[in-house]
């Protein structure tokens, strides 16, 4: 049933708030302005706060009111509100110091928010009806909102309403004019996230500040358990806008980010699948036999698995009842740029990094409450039974504490030794996996499956789903013919009908031809051998008509040199070759090639020692620096600095001699 009147739909909205969920009082706040809304606010704490070291029965006097409001705008970024959020509690200075018996130097912490406590104790849950907001030019006069949700009186979900068949920019729009004009400030700075939503439609996202732009690519859609989008207005009420969901999206969902200082919100199967973890560990505590099966998930390459483990691990150690939580990289570069991401998510949590396998032995040892870490699967296996690097009496006090491994690139961890010797080492522990490419039994090797190393799969978010909802790039294949197609067909009939010479075909033997002839390209490649594009003359001449495509298209792929381009070969003797043939192109474009030299058999040692040398003398010719074969995973590093345009390459844009165009990587 449509909503033609706007005022229809938000009466039926905040019905079914309380309807659906009791949590949400029914004392409808209607027409507030920001005067009542402190008047609420002042009261929650009161009630929240009145212990004999916070106010001891004296509430807060209006000096003190406007003491918190002007700490408030001091903070003055949706970050920094969401910090203060995340740390529970609020400076404040008594005007009378002797109303409060313990005290330090006047100051006292009251309690404003608790991302735990969910719809049980000093929590309080209200709906604000069209919130009075007064501009700050006369002229403007001031504006009614449409709905606020408010936890312990603070307003933390700003809701804009438009009827049916009125499209949701339109909303979107008039919060932009909201924010323009100063109207989320004072108390109102403590909105968290925004909706957008009309009856047919509904879109979340975090508030960006005033001095960010609204960013439209991250406008998400809540979506269920199975990724299906949830639009109709009744059943976002009954999820996203539910107790305790709304509270969760707050406390869990929300991630305050140190790199550029912005406030993030979690899609929802990010959030479908750090709650799941959660709850899995949860469970795990009341079992009497240890299950190191905890599960893994399947979330698409690009979909932001980085903040989604780091969000599981924040939700574990919420819980107090794990000792140590380790994240293990299977390369030493990504393990760096997944500390900074954690560090950069952290809000201050204690992460640690771990330079070499004694500091993560004396960490794992360690009876700090520290219990973030992050690692490599490489360092960690070196200290499993056996190892002359821990002894067995430190295996066994690690063992006696409670410990969670969450693997990333879970996919190349099934067929190797170095996760089964740390599962067979650390046997009490709990392992999850992530990983965009799970190995199936479609494509096991000796029928060993991400779900037998690592248990059920948790929560999956595919690619053509990450494609759909605009949260993955999608793709754009291009077919280039190196070879002849005629040539190709006429090559593969022949083959195909066993004759050299088709004027001394049978009838039998032309009619294969025929049909090889007139075959899709796709059969026919499928025939070719892989040597045709890498060995002899045919693949010399394959790899120079490769090359050349790409410098001949460069301006128009590269959008003029504005993107990165990573090369994909087979093996280092094809990265090598492609190298050679690129790096002194007309183009004036920078080359390098990354891969590790001690791990493919394509090429000799010798002679992979030597490509390693030129690629390293090369790359120190075009930027200056000063790397060679001792210390390649300095230079391994260096590139994807340059790659991710994080530090010392932060300013890339603005600094283009310092890029690389195009990196040849392997397999």
């Not at 404003?112 to 000093?122: H, L, P, Q, Y």
């Not at 201050?348 to 040892?365: H, S």
């Not at 960690?380 to 002894?391: F, Y």
């Amino acid at each position: 049933m449509p909503f033609n009147i706007e005022r229809d739909f938000e009466d039926a909205l905040i019905s079914k708030l309380t309807e659906i969920n009791n949590q949400w009082s029914k004392k409808i706040l209607e027409y507030k302005s920001e005067k009542d809304f402190l008047k609420n606010w002042a009261d929650i704490l009161f009630k929240n706060n009145n212990t004999i070291d916070r106010l001891n029965g004296c509430p807060l006097t209006d000096t003190e009111i406007e003491s918190l409001v002007s700490y408030i705008n001091r903070l003055s970024t949706p970050y920094e509100i969401n910090k203060l959020l995340n740390n529970k509690f609020i400076p404040l200075e008594r005007d009378n110091p002797n109303d409060t018996l313990h005290y330090h130097n006047g100051t006292i912490y009251l309690l404003i928010f608790d991302k735990d406590e969910i719809a049980a104790g000093k929590s309080e849950y209200q709906i604000a009806r069209q919130p009075i907001f007064h501009l700050p030019s006369e002229v403007l006069g001031c504006r009614k909102g449409d709905i606020t949700l408010l936890i312990n009186g603070l307003p933390l979900i700003h809701i804009e309403l438009k009827r049916s068949n009125v499209p949701l920019s339109q909303a979107v729009n008039q919060i932009e004019k909201y924010m323009k004009h100063g109207v989320f400030s004072g108390l109102f700075s403590f909105v968290q996230v925004f909706i957008a939503m009309n009856p047919e439609e509904t879109i979340y996202f975090a508030n960006p500040g005033r001095n960010k732009r609204f960013n439209p690519d991250y406008y998400f859609h809540w979506g269920d358990f199975n990724n299906k989008a949830i639009n109709d207005w009744v059943d976002v009420s009954s999820t996203l806008l539910s107790i305790p969901m709304a509270h969760r999206l707050i406390g869990y969902g929300t991630i305050s980010d140190a790199k550029d200082k912005t406030l993030k919100v979690m899609r929802s199967y990010q959030y479908h699948a750090a709650w799941k973890i959660y709850t899995r560990v949860l469970g795990r505590q009341d079992r009497t036999m240890p299950d190191q099966k905890g599960g893994y998930v399947y979330h698409t390459t690009g979909s932001g698995k980085t903040l989604t483990s780091f969000k599981c691990a924040q939700l574990i150690a919420s819980t107090g009842k794990i000792d140590k939580i380790l994240f293990l990289m299977d390369r030493s570069e990504l393990r760096k740029q997944t500390f900074d991401n954690y560090i950069n998510f952290s809000d201050g949590e204690d992460i640690q990094d771990t330079d070499n396998v004694n500091n993560l032995k004396a960490k794992l040892k360690s009876n700090d409450k520290s219990q973030l870490i992050v690692t490599s699967i490489q360092k960690m296996s070196r200290l499993t039974n056996g190892s002359d690097l821990i002894s067995s009496i430190d295996i066994e006090k690690i063992c006696k504490k409670k410990l969670v491994f969450i693997i990333d690139e879970a996919h190349r961890d099934v067929a190797g030794r170095m996760l089964a010797n740390i599962k067979s080492t650390y046997r009490n522990a709990m392992f999850f996996g992530f990983t965009g490419t799970p190995i199936m039994d479609v494509n096991a090797t000796n029928g060993i499956t991400t779900e037998g190393l690592f248990g059920e799969q948790l929560h999956s978010y595919n690619i053509l789903e990450g494609i759909r909802d605009g949260n993955v790039l999608g793709f754009k294949p291009i077919k280039v013919l190196t070879f002849n197609e005629s040539d190709l067909r006429n090559q593969i009939g022949k083959k195909k009908a066993d004759i050299t010479d088709i004027s001394q075909a049978t009838k039998i033997q032309y009619d294969i031809y025929q049909e090889w002839m007139n075959k899709d390209l796709k059969s026919i490649e499928d025939e070719l051998p892989s040597m045709l594009y890498s060995e002899g003359n045919s693949g010399c001449e394959h790899r120079k008509k490769v090359v050349q495509n790409i410098l001949d298209n460069w301006d128009v792929l590269s959008y003029r040199n504005k993107f990165h381009h990573i090369f994909a070969t087979s093996s280092i003797r094809e990265a090598v070759e492609y190298y050679k043939l690129l790096k002194n192109n007309d183009r004036g474009l920078t080359v390098t090639a990354i891969f590790d030299p001690y791990t493919d058999n394509s090429t000799s040692d010798t002679r992979k020692d030597d490509c390693v040398e030129e690629i390293l003398r090369d790359y120190n010719l075009m930027f200056s620096t000063s790397y060679n074969v001792a210390n390649y995973s300095g230079f391994k590093s260096d590139v994807c600095a340059k790659l991710s345009h994080t530090e010392p390459y932060s300013d890339l844009e603005n600094n283009p001699d310092c890029a690389i165009n195009i990196v040849i990587v392997v397999n």
